[in-house]
């Protein structure tokens, strides 16, 4: 069974750089059969989709986000890692991590990271 | 974007009655919708994929149709473990979004 892990601050102050990794267990993240993204949740409020990527490195992005948003993957550590850049308060939020299909369902997620940016 | 707008946001059940979750896209995105739910402080977890197709391990009394811009999630018979906030999804045009939710509470 696959297993994904959120780490990272959760604690970043306003301008700084939001960085969080994922690490999966339990599959490989170099298989052929899946993307890897980031979804955040503010408090009390619905889901947001990042990103994603692929093994290969191809990435997606929503445009909608304010902050600048940069997704990697490590093969070698089968992680793969989120960066927001320039955080407001509006950008505090649980983070997760999660394996979408081949037909981007979202089959598996992380147990998510709260991320506060506070001064 | 698409956006996905779910009605009602909020629905009070007893374990006798249905609940019913509509899902209204703005523009058409075939059947690549799916429906999560997600229980207090815990992640999300795929209910229904592709509009209607069934996943391993989800109890029969969740079911869900619709195609085009218009989505439907049925539970039936609802226990009070299925009180939770649920979630469509649409994977057809990038990026991809989410509904506002749906907060289901049980009687």
């Known amino acids: 069974q696959v297993q994904l892990q959120e780490s990272g601050p959760g604690l970043v102050k306003p301008s700084e750089t939001l960085s969080l990794t994922c690490s999966v267990s339990?599959?490989?993240?170099?298989?052929?059969?899946?993307?890897w993204g980031w979804i955040r949740q503010p408090p009390g409020k619905g889901l947001e989709w990042i990103g994603s990527?692929?093994?290969?490195?191809?990435?997606y992005y929503n445009p909608s986000l304010k902050s600048p948003v940069t997704i990697s993957v490590d093969t070698s550590k089968n992680h793969f890692s989120l960066q927001l850049s320039s955080v407001t308060a509006a950008d505090t939020a649980v983070y997760y991590c999660?394996?979408?299909?081949?037909?981007?369902?979202?089959?598996?997620w992380g147990q998510g990271a709260l991320v506060i940016v506070s001064s | 974007e698409i956006v996905l707008t779910q009605s009602p946001d909020f629905q009070s059940v007893t374990p006798k009655e249905k609940v019913t979750i509509t899902c209204r896209a703005s523009?058409?995105?075939?059947?690549?919708l799916h429906w999560y739910q997600q229980k207090p402080d815990q992640s999300p977890k795929l209910l229904i994929k592709?509009?209607?197709q069934s996943i391993s391990g989800v109890p029969s009394k969740f079911s869900g149709s619709g195609s085009g811009t218009d989505f439907t999630l049925t539970i039936n018979s609802p226990e009070t473990e299925d009180a939770a906030t649920y979630y469509c999804?649409?994977?057809?045009?990038?990026?991809?979004?989410f509904g506002q939710g749906t907060k289901v509470e049980i009687k």
């Open positions: 999660a394996r979408h299909t081949s037909t981007w369902t979202i089959d598996y």
């Open positions: 339990g599959g490989s993240i170099s298989s052929t059969d899946y993307y």
């Open positions: 990527i692929y093994y290969s490195g191809s990435t």
């Open positions: 523009q058409s995105i075939g059947g690549s």
């Open positions: 592709f509009a209607s």
């Open positions: 999804h649409q994977t057809s045009t990038l990026p991809w979004t």
